[in-house]
């Protein structure tokens, strides 16, 4: 089973900013997308950000212009910057990686809070 380990959440003041680390095990090869989703209470995950391994990045509308999504492939890292935060981005956040096999794995998930 492969552990995502995530970084960064926290308590923050509306119009601040967060940044969220995940790690894979560099024993993991053909990692394709990287992504953040979130987790509102009472809602569905929904995809926040996600960048492929070429580097193409795509977002939520309600996040565009905030976050910023960047991977580093030999470490296998994905990091999401988060800047100019609002209540809505409440929520806990997961890593998600997607290989080209077909494979999906999660991060354990790591709470983010604006308060307004």
């Known amino acids: 089973q492969v552990q995502l380990v995530e970084f960064g959440g926290g308590l923050v003041q509306a119009g601040g900013s967060l940044r969220l680390s995940c790690a894979a095990p560099i024993t993991v090869f053909g990692i394709d997308t990287m992504a953040w989703y979130r987790q509102a209470p009472g809602k569905q995950r929904v995809l926040v950000a996600r960048?492929?391994?070429?580097?193409?990045?795509n977002y939520a509308d309600s996040v565009k212009g905030r976050f910023t999504i960047s991977r580093d492939n030999p470490k296998n890292t994905v990091a999401l910057q988060m800047d100019s935060l609002k209540p809505d981005d409440t929520g806990v956040y997961y890593c998600n990686l997607h290989t080209v096999l077909g494979n999906d794995y999660w991060g354990q998930g790591t709470q983010v809070t604006v308060s307004s």
């Open positions: 960048i492929s391994s070429g580097g193409s990045t």
